[in-house]
């Protein structure tokens, strides 16, 4: 839990409680378990957006991006869980990985919220959104990057937060 003293979480703070809800979830909800293989909650130089990534973003008294970004594997992986009880033929499953990722980080942050919140300040979650494909985003003047990477069997998950969130647009393009 935060100190009360602090007007806003901490990218570490928010870094850690989403490591800790995504670590459980995974491993009770999905049979998935996974470990912490990279942590760095400050002083990273550039963001790798992985195959697939979710975004939603976190205000007004937080003012970040929250980015989980999967390796191709791990979003097939995971949406199969989420559709096995689902009378789908198989070569739907493709259809399904953007609708997978963007309830991952949904349920997720959402549910992470109200660890987030502080001084009575409510926090608004954006709808997810998916970007499709693996680039670079680079450290500029006032971005805050923030990372913790989970190695799972099937690939690996990057959750990062980055801000401020007029430093991007929707597609974390840096427009500063």
């Known amino acids: 839990m935060f100190a009360q003293s602090q007007v806003r979480p901490t990218i570490a703070e ?4 989403l490591e800790r809800r995504t670590l459980t979830f995974a491993a009770r909800e999905l049979n998935l378990p996974a470990r912490v293989t990279d942590c760095r909650p400050q002083g990273v130089d550039s963001l790798r957006l992985r195959d697939v990534t979710a975004l939603v973003s976190l205000g007004p008294c937080l003012d970040l991006y929250i980015a989980y970004s999967f390796a191709g594997g791990l979003i097939s992986r995971i949406t199969g869980r989420f559709i096995a009880e689902l009378d789908l033929p198989p070569e739907d499953e493709p259809n399904y990985v953007q609708e997978s990722a963007r309830e991952l980080v949904n349920i997720i942050v959402g549910n992470s919220t ?24 680079p450290h500029r003047p006032g971005v805050e990057f923030g990372i913790v990477s989970l190695g799972f069997e099937a690939g690996d998950l990057d959750i990062a937060c980055l801000g401020p969130q007029h430093l991007f647009d929707s597609a974390l393009n840096y427009i500063g």
């Open 114 to 137: 109200a660890e987030l919140e502080r001084d009575g300040g409510a926090l608004h979650l954006s709808p997810p959104s998916v970007l499709i494909g693996s680039r670079q985003i």
């Open 14 to 17: 928010v870094l850690s409680i």
